[in-house]
């Protein structure tokens, strides 16, 4: 079974270069604190800048929980990032299980960017493919995740 990808974008005031990075390396600036795997409270959301990056969060009790890895690093052009979080929101340790989030940074102006989200092969995911899916596309999911990304760019 395949899944349709889902597909978000948002128009954000700032450059390219800007846009990506506040996107990348200041992730933790607007990712939100609710948002995390760990039992301690969210200390930090890294997104480690290069090509086998690690995408992972740090709690306030020192626990690392590793969300994925960076598979494509082009500044500012695009990053692809690996989901090992299954429907159940846990990591999935084996990276063929993993499915993939590509973010494109498109300029349309010296201050207008539009950035374009992809997340697919949701197949990858096995039984919990389904929900993954679901549970990205939500209320909670990319849309509104872009939308504080966007606030951010913008400030």
Known sequence: ?????????????????????????AFDSWWPRRHHLGDADLAEAVLEP???????????????CQWG????WEPPARVVLS?????????????AHASEIEVRFVEEGRRS???????RDFERHG?????????????????AL??????KAAA
Do not use: N, Q
């Open 1 to 25: 079974m395949t899944f349709e990808p889902i597909r978000r974008t948002i128009t954000v005031a700032c450059s390219r270069e800007h846009a990506f990075k506040i996107y990348t390396e």
């Open 50 to 64: 290069k090509p086998g990056g690690r995408w992972y969060e740090k709690t306030v009790d020192g626990a690392e």
């Open 69 to 72: 890895e960076v598979l494509v």
């Open 83 to 95: 989901w090992r979080i299954d429907g159940d929101w846990k990591v999935d340790p084996d990276p």
């Open 113 to 119: 960017t539009r950035v374009e989200l992809e997340h």
């Open 127 to 143: 039984e919990t493919g389904a929900k993954v899916r679901e549970g990205v596309s939500g209320e909670g999911g990319h849309g």
């Open 146 to 151: 872009l939308k504080l990304f966007a606030e």
